[in-house]
């Protein structure tokens, strides 16, 4: 705390003195700096909107609003994914934790870095405000906001300059460049390197040259080399390598520019929170008035909403509306897809200026929809004056939607062009796809293949947006630009064919396409594209947007049966990461309230379940749905119309209260039979409410799962510790008391038959109350699940009771409970007794040992109904196997599968195996995974494998050290039995 308030102290004390020496000395005898600072003021403080007038400027901090940073730990292959405009989310985090992190911070050390970085890399994709934020930091620099304490220099290098620069230059040029007169210090600079910033932005928009280039590297500040060597020297640290740098980039060049550097921080931007766009929307709209009217338009329009916490959206749907407000009216309905926004924003940059009477269309429009496609397809984004020239544009006619770059060449300076942002160029590529007919479609289609990492994809999402009719009749009548209705044609059987060609099943690129689909927004092009799949699966639903897509577009497949959609952004539980401390329980509930999807997803769903009869399964993962998304996805349960038979929402933050609506559902739908909440924090009240809809006569749901997302058996093998429920966490499961609600519906609802409690932990008490439930004679449940429950010995006699007396029950997985051998020996008696009718018993990881193996075989002796008995990750060792052994052999035993991973046996056990493998006509799979059995016990199995009376299909030995002598054995067997898999 002291050493903040001296810092602090410290830049007070500086910012002061600085101003006191500008108002006393003229410029020519003040500090370097001072004159530096005042020159980079003067340059960054104003910015011109992309669309402004001749001298129409704005105050860079009136206008700019902070951006969410987060350090981010790059991965290479994730970072070269991109991501599109429409529909991201500033929460997209996927699999990994985030950490917010502020600009003051980003060459501070932290816990995981006790050294302050020197190279900060900051990502974000296109229109997300990274060049923006430099200017921003220049100019909070300059005004005394930052980096006061660490860099006496700060300067900026533009990519996009570089890669107009042909001549050798040095950082001595470089330096001089940025200074604002001649004769700049740059000795007393660079004897202190450690105190300089570079801030080199856009490093995707270098040329290949730069990327690829392999040395000679420059070691000199002095010395000249072609630029990309410099900056690669400069990058790689092999010229001063105490300087800082801060580099931007999109995602797409990432992984290029990680191969250059070691160990920089990487920080992503996250672009805008619900907060900071609505503080955007007041710093653009200067009328408080309006600013309100047109925040509370957009809350309205949730999926355009949810684009803009893309900056670059955000100013264009704020130059739409302010457009439109100025004419008297509001977005239309029309307005909800990205093609839509630009549209608009590209008519209001053609709207006459006051005092103009005519509307002004570019003078050569076919020209600059060719230009735009012909840099696109060869991926260049700066157009000479030839190029243009080339097109039949002059620069000063396409001024509204071209940059001007003015780049030093030797001693002269060159003109270059762009357009306003990579997007438009992107756009009118789209345009110029639609205008030209089938050819440019086909190989706009062709090239892109509905793949997000495409350098297409946002051209084709365009291109659908343009084939809407309404967009189409738009064109035509504002611009006088005609698509052919063969464009659409085109586009519709290209889609069919793909869809042919891939089978009934919609999975690779089915992301992709419904976000095309999505932006025509035409009901009669969505179902035909779509009629051929009746499989349809979408993974790593990032964002609000892309949810709100799929939904959309799942009302028109209409011939299809089956439909997944995963979310990856709005997961919980323990699978998905550690519990939280206490302190930070109320933000992580606050922060899930912020991400429950919005109420349209829900309602798209439930007009799906409604209007298409032949949807018999639905499955959402990671689907935020909260309360009022699933009661109007009940709305569509309860509808005549629906036949769906399987509905999964696991993961969908649905509370207690939704259970209410879910019960209603379940009673009015009789064709529902198989229903999984799993991963979803109902409690013990949403289970009886949702018990009231299970007991009630109407009710024909046969199957349902209450799975909590607690260790499973790969976690418990990764860590070796005993599976344990944190007391936070348990407020969120179905404890004892839920016992007894499931009881009451076991004896009254005969339909039940599959009830998944794994994770639960209902304690002997609760499994008690359950069994009441077991025992009736109503109960017809033929699959259990009590996985890692909290069960015990109390427990074993409870089931032996049951097991007993319920005829019916099948399948009981008691895995991952502390049964131990007294629990096992109790539980036995009831599997010996003659009513008893299970076939599958899953005890792994129950902390047995050879002790309960000697009851086991007891119950093989008698019981000839157990199929399959899985004994995993106990410590049974060879004795416990031998014991087993005498079951196995015997007559009686009926046991078709068995499980012995990792068991702890060694050779000796092979003897008691193959000895059971020459006289059971019934075993045919063995699993026997992860025990140190030896060449001299494996070679054992084979000698008995090869015995033609053998009856084995399935034998697997994997997690073994075995020897080439061993594995030839093996090989012999498989060519001797092509039907014995045998996995080692």
């Known amino acids: 705390m002291v050493y903040a308030l001296l810092r602090a102290s410290q830049r007070a004390f500086r910012t002061s003195l600085l101003m006191l020496q500008e108002k006393t000395f003229p410029s020519s005898l003040l500090d370097p700096q001072i004159t530096y600072k005042d020159y980079v003021r003067r340059k960054f403080r104003l910015m011109e909107d992309r669309n402004a007038r001749l001298g129409e400027c704005v105050n860079l901090s009136h206008r700019y609003t902070r951006l969410l940073l987060v350090k981010e730990h790059s991965n290479p292959i994730w970072a070269q994914q991109k991501l599109l405009e429409t529909g991201w989310e500033h929460s997209r985090t996927r699999g990994h934790q985030a950490s917010p992190i502020q600009m003051e911070t980003l060459f501070e050390p932290d816990e995981e870095r006790p050294e302050p970085p020197r190279t900060v890399v900051l990502q974000g994709a296109a229109g997300m405000g990274k060049s923006m934020l430099t200017h921003k930091v220049m100019l909070d620099w300059a005004d005394g906001r930052l980096f006061q304490d660490q860099f006496d220099y700060v300067f900026y290098i533009s990519c996009r300059e570089l890669n107009r620069s042909h001549t050798q230059c040095s950082v001595h040029d470089l330096l001089s460049s940025c200074w604002p007169e001649h004769g700049a210090p740059l000795e007393d600079l660079i004897r202190a390197p450690d105190r300089l910033l570079f801030i080199i932005d856009g490093f995707h928009e270098l040329h290949p040259s730069f990327h690829d280039v392999q040395g000679p590297w420059c070691h000199c500040w002095e010395e000249k080399r072609p630029t990309e060597l410099l900056l690669g020297s400069l990058i790689r640290r092999l010229l001063l390598p105490q300087l800082s740098l801060l580099i931007t980039t999109r995602p797409c060049a990432l992984e290029k520019l990680h191969g250059l550097l070691e160990h920089p921080r990487h920080v992503e931007i996250l672009g805008f929170s619900e907060a900071e766009r609505e503080e955007y929307f007041y710093r653009y709209f200067h009328n408080t008035g309006q600013a309100s009217q047109v925040f509370s338009f957009m809350r309205d329009y949730e999926p355009l909403f949810t684009m803009c916490f893309v900056p670059m959206v955000s100013w264009v749907v704020c130059t739409c509306l302010k457009q439109q407000l100025e004419s008297g009216e509001l977005l239309r309905q029309t307005s909800r897809t990205t093609t839509a926004v630009y549209m608009f924003y590209l008519l209001s940059l053609m709207q006459p200026k006051p005092g103009t009477p005519t509307f002004k269309v570019p003078a050569n429009q076919r020209g600059l929809v060719s230009l735009a496609a012909e840099g696109l397809w060869n991926q260049k984004i700066l157009f000479e004056e030839e190029d243009l020239g080339k097109h039949g544009l002059d620069g000063a006619e396409v001024s509204t939607f071209l940059n001007v770059n003015i780049f030093q060449k030797g001693i002269k300076c060159e003109k270059f062009y762009s357009f306003i942002h990579l997007s438009f160029q992107e756009f009118f590529t789209a345009?110029?796809?639609?205008?030209?007919?089938?050819?440019?479609?086909?190989?706009?289609?062709?090239?892109?293949?509905?793949?997000?990492?495409?350098?297409?994809?946002?051209?084709?999402?365009?291109?659908?947006?343009?084939?809407?009719?309404?967009?189409?009749?738009?064109?035509?009548?504002?611009?006088?630009?005609?698509?052919?209705?063969?464009?659409?044609?085109?586009?519709?059987?290209?889609?069919?064919?793909?869809?042919?060609?891939?089978?009934?099943?919609?999975?690779?690129?089915?992301?992709?396409?419904?976000?095309?689909?999505?932006?025509?927004?035409?009901?009669?092009?969505?179902?035909?594209?779509?009629?051929?799949?009746?499989?349809?699966?979408?993974?790593?639903?990032?964002?609000?947007?892309?949810?709100?897509?799929?939904?959309?577009?799942?009302?028109?497949?209409?011939?299809?049966?089956?439909?997944?959609?995963?979310?990856?952004?709005?997961?919980?539980?323990?699978?998905?990461?550690?519990?939280?401390?206490?302190?930070a329980q109320t933000q992580s509930t606050h922060s899930q309230e912020r991400n429950i999807l919005p109420d349209i997803y829900s309602a798209y769903l439930s007009a799906t379940i409604c209007t298409n009869s032949n949807l018999i399964e639905l499955a959402l993962y990671r689907n935020a749905l909260g309360s009022q998304g699933v009661r109007l996805l009940c709305q569509g349960l309860r509808h005549a119309n629906c036949k769906l038979q399987n509905l999964r929402l696991k993961r969908c933050h649905i509370s207690g209260s939704a259970c209410q609506d879910l019960a209603a559902a379940i009673i009015a739908n009789r064709n529902l039979i198989r229903l999984d909440l799993s991963g979803n924090s109902i409690g013990v009240l949403g289970l009886e409410l949702l018990c009231e809809g299970l007991q009630h006569p109407m009710c024909r749901l046969q199957m349902i799962h209450f799975s909590s997302p607690c260790s499973s058996r790969e976690l418990w093998m990764k860590n070796r510790t005993w599976p344990t429920l944190d007391p936070r966490l348990r407020k969120c499961l179905l404890e004892a008391a839920a016992g007894r609600a499931l009881a009451s519906v076991l004896s009254n609802n005969s339909h039940l038959v599959e009830l998944d409690l794994t994770g639960n932990p209902l304690e002997d008490l609760g499994l008690k109350l359950l069994c009441q439930g077991l025992r009736h004679p109503v109960c017809r449940l033929r699959t259990l699940w009590l996985k890692i429950c909290h069960l015990g010995q109390a427990s074993c006699e409870d089931l032996a009771s049951t097991l007993k007396m319920n005829q019916s029950l099948m399948e009981l997985d008691l895995g991952l409970n502390d049964l131990g051998d007294s629990g096992a020996l109790l539980l036995c008696e009831g599997l010996r007794h003659p009513d008893c009718k299970l076939q599958t018993l899953r005890l792994g990881i129950c902390r047995l040992g050879s002790d309960a193996c000697a009851g086991v075989a007891s119950v093989l002796q008698v019981n000839t109904c157990l199929r399959e008995l899985d004994l995993s990750f106990n410590d049974l060792g060879d004795r416990g196997l031998w014991l087993l052994g005498e079951g196995l052999r015997h007559q009686t035993c009926r046991l078709q599968k068995l499980w012995l991973d990792s068991c702890g046996l060694t050779s000796k056990a092979c003897e008691d195996l193959s000895s059971v493998l020459g006289i059971s006509q019934t075993l045919n799979e063995l699993y026997l995974t992860n025990n140190a059995l030896g060449d001299t016990g494996v070679r054992l199995l084979c000698k008995r494998l090869r015995h033609p009376g053998c009856k084995l299909r399935v034998l697997w030995l994997f997690g073994m050290d075995l020897n080439k002598v061993t594995h030839r054995r093996m090989a012999a067997l498989r060519v001797t039995k092509p039907y014995l898999d045998i996995g080692c």
Request: proline share 3%; charged share 20%.
């Open 431 to 583: 345009m110029y796809c639609a205008l030209h007919g089938r050819e440019a479609v086909r190989r706009a289609l062709a090239e892109y293949g509905f793949s997000e990492r495409n350098f297409l994809a946002h051209t084709v999402r365009f291109l659908f947006g343009l084939l809407n009719e309404e967009m189409r009749c738009y064109l035509e009548r504002n611009l006088g630009w005609t698509i052919s209705p063969q464009v659409k044609e085109e586009a519709l059987a290209w889609i069919q064919n793909k869809a042919r060609s891939e089978g009934s099943t919609l999975q690779h690129g089915s992301l992709e396409l419904l976000s095309c689909l999505y932006e025509i927004q035409e009901e009669d092009f969505i179902q035909q594209a779509l009629s051929h799949f009746q499989v349809v699966v979408v993974r790593n639903l990032s964002t609000k947007m892309e949810h709100v897509v799929c939904s959309f577009c799942a009302r028109y497949c209409r011939g299809t049966e089956v439909l997944h959609l995963y979310g990856s952004a709005y997961s919980t539980g323990a699978e998905d990461g550690p519990p939280e401390p206490p302190g």
